[in-house]
């Protein structure tokens, strides 16, 4: 948890709206995800981590229905004001649909949010880097409210509402791996999500003697503007035709051999090309998870990589900055395993590293990128951290 942000948080509130007495100071993780990517809405399995990076926000019950909102990471954009009754899916594509988006799903299902409320935040992700910087803003936006009128959600709700948000009041067709790792998040765990029943396990992750290091292309990627929705019109397509020949209700109810069997009841090549990546990450996220337990890293590794491939050559969400960094950093003895993480179409890779290897990594794969793409990449070492909490009572 960073002193600075929380200090950031506390004057962002107190320089746009009043003294903050009687609010309080909340935080929620941003995540990166391991291995199992573009499966989470294709009923699969997916393995990613909270982080100690995420979005730090006061948050104060107002007397009357206005609901205002400020974020210091986008100081330009200032302070935004609406209220209870002017929420409305689609209206809104500053960052607050995020948060508006939450309020009006948990209205919906018939929590009493009775008053409105002044939300002033700050963050140390990098936005539109794929570490679900919406997520955590989506989740924390859950968890205050949540705190603040005192309702009755369970943790997991809490990104079941927050995936309805994101789905119905922003427009992403995304899957709930995000807003679970989130919403769940343990500290030195990573979460093993089964997205067809939302069944998980919490495991260990035991990096001794390795770092997860996140490399930034710095290429702004964003869900709504990508192709992230094309892609889950096509597993949607691809499921449709596989439905005529077998009897299943996700993509991922299909073993890669099963997947073989039946792939020419998919007409289009693209298209069975992207039911293939979901199906094969499927079953490599499993098996990634086992030899994890079973302590053979190097094995996670090479998972790692070949999700990439796939992501890569059949799915189509990299391109040159995420497929530079990945090819440079397996260029070096001390990567154990690198992919891209995320929705793709740039944001960022994940590489496990050996300790002692960092710094060579930093060095020689940012000048390789800047080399090759033309500006710098970012890196960031990363800790894993848990789920969204109560900072401070102000
Ligand atoms: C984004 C989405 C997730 C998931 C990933 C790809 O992060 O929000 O639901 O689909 O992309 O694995």
């Known amino acids: 948890m960073s002193e600075n942000m929380k200090e950031k948080a506390l004057h962002a509130y107190k320089d746009?709206?009043?003294?903050?007495?009687?609010?309080?100071?909340?935080?929620?993780?941003?995540?990166?995800?391991?291995?199992?990517?573009?499966?989470?809405?294709?009923?699969?399995?997916?393995?990613?981590?909270?982080?100690?990076?995420?979005?730090?926000g006061v948050f104060r019950k107002r007397n009357d229905r206005i609901l205002r909102f400020y974020s210091a990471n986008e100081p330009e954009v200032g302070v935004v004001e609406t209220s209870l009754d002017q929420l409305a899916p689609g209206r809104s594509r500053e960052w607050t649909a995020y948060p508006e988006g939450v309020v009006f799903t948990l209205l919906s299902h018939g929590y009493q949010v009775n008053t409105g409320f002044d939300m002033a935040i700050c963050g140390d992700l990098p936005g539109g880097a794929g570490l679900s910087s919406s997520a955590s803003l989506d989740v924390l936006t859950a968890f205050a409210v949540r705190e603040l009128f005192g309702l009755d959600i369970a943790d997991h709700e809490l990104a079941i509402f927050s995936k309805e948000a994101d789905n119905s009041y922003c427009g992403i067709n995304c899957g709930i791996m995000d807003q679970f790792t989130v919403a769940m998040g343990k500290k030195d765990h990573a979460i093993y999500l089964d997205t067809s029943d939302l069944s998980y396990e919490c495991v260990p992750l035991k990096l001794d003697g390795m770092k997860i290091v996140i490399s930034n292309t710095n290429k702004k990627h964003s869900l709504v503007d990508s192709q992230y929705n094309q892609r889950w019109s096509e597993c949607r397509q691809a499921l449709?035709?596989?439905?005529?020949?077998?009897?299943?209700?996700?993509?991922?109810d299909l073993s890669p051999e099963e997947f073989e069997k039946y792939k020419d009841a998919i007409s289009e090549p693209v298209i069975r090309r992207r039911?293939?990546?979901?199906?094969?990450?499927?079953?490599r996220c499993r098996e990634a998870v086992r030899v994890l337990k079973a302590g053979d890293i190097r094995g996670f590794g090479r998972l790692m990589n070949e999700a990439h491939i796939s992501v890569s050559r059949d799915y189509e969400v990299t391109g040159p900055e995420l497929d530079t960094l990945q090819e440079?950093?397996?260029?070096?003895?001390?990567?154990?395993?690198?992919?891209?993480?995320?929705?793709?179409?740039?944001?960022?890779?994940?590489?496990?590293?050996?300790?002692?290897?960092?710094?060579?990594?930093?060095?020689?794969?940012?000048?390789?990128?800047?080399?090759?793409?033309?500006?710098?990449?970012?890196?960031?070492?990363?800790?894993?951290?848990?789920?969204?909490?109560v900072l401070e009572v102000l």
């Not at 499966?39 to 399995?45: K, S, V």
């Not at 449709?240 to 991922?252: G, P, S």
Request: with cysteine; glycine share 16%; net charge negative.
């Open 16 to 56: 746009n709206f009043r003294e903050p007495e009687g609010g309080k100071l909340f935080f929620a993780p941003g995540r990166v995800n391991l291995i199992g990517e573009h499966t989470d809405y294709n009923g699969g399995h997916v393995f990613p981590c909270a982080l100690t990076l995420g979005t730090y």
């Open 240 to 252: 449709a035709e596989l439905q005529t020949v077998v009897d299943i209700e996700n993509l991922c």
């Open 275 to 283: 039911a293939k990546h979901a199906i094969y990450e499927d079953a």
């Open 328 to 389: 440079e950093a397996l260029k070096l003895p001390g990567v154990i395993g690198s992919r891209m993480t995320g929705g793709g179409f740039g944001g960022c890779t994940v590489s496990i590293v050996e300790e002692g290897a960092v710094e060579e990594f930093r060095k020689k794969v940012g000048d390789a990128y800047l080399k090759k793409i033309g500006y710098p990449a970012d890196f960031y070492v990363v800790e894993v951290g848990g789920g969204p909490a």
